[in-house]
């Protein structure tokens, strides 16, 4: 058996001696416009061992072609080098350039595909779709983590190998490179190819697949396995994308099908927000299919038993001003090295020692403060939480400020583990600079969050860094609805960039990725997205840079200048494009000088409409605009001066009767000068009066039509005259 099942039945001459000296092909497995996949031997293994090559070849319709897409595919090849250390992925043994292509050689995999295995009306027990899910998503998740992707996900690419275990075969991203080079130059694709459709969600068929389009396939194939049926046998409901296969699944009752209906249901989502981004996503939602209980999944701070709430009663900081603190409730919190005594009776009754204790709790919970150690400082902190909570936020400095002043004017007696006035006072000063800070980003913060700007909101509570205890909570609650908010907005961006990339506007499409919240779900999606494009980036820069080159050719230098100034930064040929922008430039002048002497050589002959129809030639923007304004002017007035003079030749030869060197002078008086109108006139009323030429005038009289009341710009008329002229002379 081999890897791909279908072998085709054709012959290459190309193929009658070794690869690269090396691999003799035995059977081409598949054959199509641009790309073939051979069954070989490797002639300098002792064992000549069977291998599979993967052939790519060259497109003679894209310039360039093999320098455009090269440092691609090497860097491709070092991705699935990668992902061949997995042992569900076929290794890289080789990788090798002709002048017929691109080929990758690969390990062989002896087995049998997926695709025989699913047999048409025979469905799977759940336990076996869970056990394939697994067997396919594990490898998977190893690639999608090393932002990789396969492109390609199909029975037909599933194969049993003698392990027992399924192997990824056939990955599809070198096929996407040279998919996307042919996008870029409109090479028509292979007719003859039909794309498997049934496992492709909406997003890879548009030409743009991610790692979320790798776990519907996946999807896809479970709901065969649990039907029996093709994907192709079920409809979608046109509304919602939604496949409606579970009326085709008896077994769906069940508790333990029902979740694994659930995460189906959620791989094959067509909303892409909606679907998992990565196998590890669905990976972990799997789990909890098959008896694995979410309490058994909790992270180990979740199992710790709750502690017992504690209610106190804070005294008054002064006889003469009664500052009340209702009772506080301090739930959750882990109390280490204590005993039941010291939390029934956890403060001393001084109110010096219980500020001090609060001011030092409020700037830093987590330090041990004198007697009672952990326990004084949990309490203290959330002493400090009550009183926080408890005051006008509009004024923080006011409660700062008293507790300040109390603490300077203090003199408690020497107690063991107390601090030093002074100490508390640089704790004092400490604690209000972090609490200006803060209160800055947070008010930034919140102004980004009405502005809509949710990137620049996440980033800026991600940035606070105080360890104050009002405010840490304040901005993990504000970080929270940031995410919340952005969730709906972070889809339509994706959107957006799904929209960009389509139009194979890459950069548009990156700078739209990077508006996106990363933690929300679409935020996911763009990191996969981020590097794709950046490919797709690189070889429409490839494209351009070429169009340039092609337009260069023709002398055409301000297209080609157009094209380079849409090569991007950060791609490998941004770099060389910057260095004809300086060459182009400098050849658009000399064409533009040279264009310039041509006028003047034009205007010397006294073909003054020449001259300017080649002044209109020369591309604006060039160093010599000023001078060509002139010239045009210049000649201009001479043009018209030149049609006078031919007007008054046409007049003195008609008045002694020579009608037909008049209508010689009448008909070089060219279109937009101001004699024109008059020659027209002429010609028109020597028609009248002259039956013996009305043989010679009708022809002249009938090219006169209604648009010829109004020439419009000169330069556009005269260039048709001169046209007309130059076909006629």
């Known amino acids: 058996m081999s890897n791909v099942i279908s072998p085709a039945v054709v012959h290459y001459p190309e193929l009658n001696g070794p690869l690269n000296g090396r691999y003799q092909v035995n059977e081409i497995l598949a054959a199509r416009l641009w790309e073939r996949t051979y069954l070989a031997q490797d002639l300098h293994h002792s064992s000549q061992s069977e291998c599979i090559i993967h052939h790519f070849k060259q497109i003679a319709e894209i310039p360039n072609y093999a320098e455009s897409v090269r440092s691609l595919f090497a860097k491709e090849v070092e991705r699935l080098e990668e992902f061949g250390t997995h042992e569900q992925i076929p290794q890289v043994l080789a990788y090798f350039e002709d002048d017929e292509g691109f080929y990758v050689v690969q390990e062989f995999v002896e087995g049998r595909s997926l695709s025989q295995e699913l047999i048409p009306n025979l469905p799977w027990s759940s336990g076996q779709v869970v056990t394939l899910l697994r067997e396919v998503l594990e490898p998977l998740a190893f690639v999608h983590h090393r932002d990789g992707l396969h492109g390609n996900i199909k029975p037909d690419n599933l194969l049993r190998g003698q392990a027992g275990r ?59 396995a649990l039907t029996g049926r093709h994907p192709t046998q079920f409809k979608v409901d046109p509304q919602s994308g939604k496949v409606l296969w579970l009326p085709y699944y008896k077994e769906a009752i069940s508790p333990i099908n029902r979740g694994l209906v659930g995460v189906i249901n959620r ?118 939480w009550s009183l926080l909570n408890s005051v006008n936020w509009s004024q923080p400095n006011q409660i700062l400020g008293k507790v300040s002043k109390k603490l300077q004017k203090s003199q408690p007696p020497v107690q063991a583990g107390l601090a030093k006035p002074e100490r508390m006072q640089t704790v004092s000063d400490a604690w209000l600079q972090d609490w200006t800070q803060a209160t800055n980003t947070f008010q930034q913060a919140e102004q980004a969050v009405d502005k809509g700007n949710w990137l620049e909101a996440r980033q800026l509570t991600q940035s606070m860094s105080t360890k ?142 020449a001259a300017l129809t080649t002044l209109e030639k020369i591309p ?82 009938s090219a006169m039509s209604v648009s010829d009341l109004n020439p419009g710009t000169y330069l556009r008329e005269a260039t048709a005259t001169l046209i007309r002229q130059n076909k006629n002379g």
């Open 166 to 224: 399924l192997v990824l075969i056939d990955f599809g991203s070198m096929a996407q490179i040279q998919q996307e080079c042919m996008a870029a130059y409109a090479v028509e694709g292979d007719p003859t190819q039909l794309s498997e459709q049934s496992y492709q969600p909406m997003e890879q068929l548009q030409g743009l697949p991610c790692a979320a389009s790798d776990v519907y396939a996946i999807g896809m194939i479970a709901i065969q």
């Open 468 to 609: 104050i205890p009002y405010w840490k909570d304040r901005n993990n609650a504000l970080a929270k609805q940031v995410i919340a908010k952005a969730e709906v907005d972070s889809k339509n961006l994706l959107q957006t960039a799904y929209d960009r990339a389509r139009d194979r506007d890459f950069v548009a499409a990156l700078s739209t990725l990077k508006q996106i919240v990363p933690e929300t779900t679409a935020g996911a999606i763009a990191q996969t997205k981020v590097d794709e494009y950046r490919m797709k980036r690189a070889v429409k820069a490839q494209a351009d840079l070429q169009k340039a080159y092609d337009r260069a050719i023709l002398r055409d230098f301000t297209q080609a200048l157009t094209y380079l100034g849409q090569v991007s930064q950060d791609t490998p040929a941004y770099e060389i494009a910057q260095r004809k922008v300086v060459e182009y430039s400098r050849k658009a002048q000399v064409r533009a000088r040279l264009m310039l002497k041509a006028a003047a050589d034009y205007a010397e002959q006294q073909n003054f409409l």
């Open 267 to 384: 791989m094959v989502q067509s909303d892409l927000s909606q679907r998992f981004g990565s196998a590890r996503e669905a990976l972990q939602a799997l789990q909890t299919v098959g008896g694995v209980t979410q309490n058994q999944a909790r992270l180990p701070m979740e199992s710790r038993p709750a502690v017992a709430p504690i209610t106190m009663t804070v005294p008054a900081t002064s006889t003469n001003a009664k500052t009340e603190v209702a009772e506080t409730e301090i739930a959750g919190i882990e109390i280490a090295g204590t005993d039941s005594e010291s939390v029934a009776n956890p403060v001393p009754h001084q109110p010096v020692f219980l500020t001090r204790l609060l001011m030092s709790a409020i700037a830093s919970p987590s330090v041990h403060i004198g007697v009672g150690g952990t326990l004084l400082t949990a309490i203290a902190a959330a002493i400090g």
């Open 620 to 701: 604006s923007d060039s160093l010599i605009d000023g001078v060509i304004e002139q010239k045009l002017t210049e000649y201009t007035v001479q043009l018209n001066q030149q049609a006078a003079e031919w007007l008054q030749q046409a007049n003195a030869e008609a008045a002694t009767g020579r009608k037909a060197t008049a209508i010689a002078f009448l008909q070089k008086v060219p279109i937009g000068t101001p004699a024109y109108a008059q020659a027209r006139e002429q010609l028109a009323e020597i028609a009248q009066t002259s039956a013996v030429d009305q043989h010679n005038l009708n022809p002249i009289v």
